[in-house]
C-alpha cells in the first residue's frame, strides 16, 4: 500500500453517466487484477473507492459511474489534475483457481475489474468468457475492449435494447472451469445460484478508510466477519454467508 501523487491525462464520459479516467503515477504498488485504488478529492472528507481497470506502465485506468457528489467532481476533473492516491489495496482475484475456461461476469461498474483479469487470464493461454449486464443499450461499455482482447463475450441488457434480453443469468454459457465476478448484490445472489462451479465475488461497498481500520465495510463469512476493504474485496463462494 502506497499513497501517491498522480497526474490525471484524460478523463471522459463513455456510456451514461460512466466516465473513463487515465492516470500517470507510481503503479508499482498496483499487483493483482481486482484490487482497488482510494481517492481523495478537496472538500470531501472520505476518499473515494474505485477499481482498477487496468495498468499499463504508468498508466492506471479506472472507470467510475457518477453516483454522488464525488464523483461528480471527478467528472469535471481536467488533464494536468493531480490527484492523492493510495494504491495496493484489496486482495484481488485468485488465478491459479480458474480452470482452462474461466467465466468472468460484471455487472454494470462491476465491469471495469474484469478487464485487467480478463488480460492476465489469457496471457496464460486461458479461453476467457465474458458476461457484462446493464439495464439498457446507453449503459453499455468495454463490449469492443473485451473482444479485442480475443474474449468470448455476452452482453445482457434488462430492456433487451442490446445484446441479449434479461439478466447476466439467462447468458451463461454452457461450459466452464470457474467463475469470477463483480457487482451489485443482486446480481450475486441470482449468479450465486444459477453457477454451476466454485468461483469468486469481489464486493462492491461503502467504505470509511479502505485499508481495514474502521470496520464499516464487513461481510459474513463462515470464518466471521470479513473486511470488504481489507480482507477482501474478493471472497471465496464456499465462504461467503448470504442474508435471507
Known sequence: ?????????????????????????????????????????????????????????????????????????MSKMTEGTDLQVMTGLGNGYDLSLSGDSPLLVGGGVGVPPMYLLAKRLLAQGKRVFVVLGFNTADEVFYEEEFKALGCDVTVTTVDGSHGVKGFVTDALPEAYTYFYTCG???????????????GQFSFEERMGCGFGACMGCSCKTLFGNKRICKDGPVLKKEEIIWAD
Open 1 to 73: 500500500m502506497q499513497d501517491t501523487i498522480f497526474t490525471i491525462i484524460e478523463n471522459k464520459i463513455i456510456a451514461k453517466d460512466v466516465y473513463k479516467m487515465l492516470l500517470r503515477g507510481d503503479t508499482s504498488a498496483i499487483k493483482n487484477a481486482g484490487e482497488f485504488v482510494n481517492i481523495q478529492l478537496d472538500g470531501f472528507y472520505l476518499r473515494r473507492p474505485i477499481s482498477v481497470c487496468d495498468v499499463e506502465g504508468d498508466v492506471l485506468t479506472l472507470i467510475y459511474k457518477v453516483v454522488g457528489k464525488g464523483t461528480e467532481a
Open 184 to 198: 451489485p448484490m443482486p446480481m450475486f445472489r441470482a449468479l450465486n445460484k444459477a453457477v454451476k462451479t466454485s
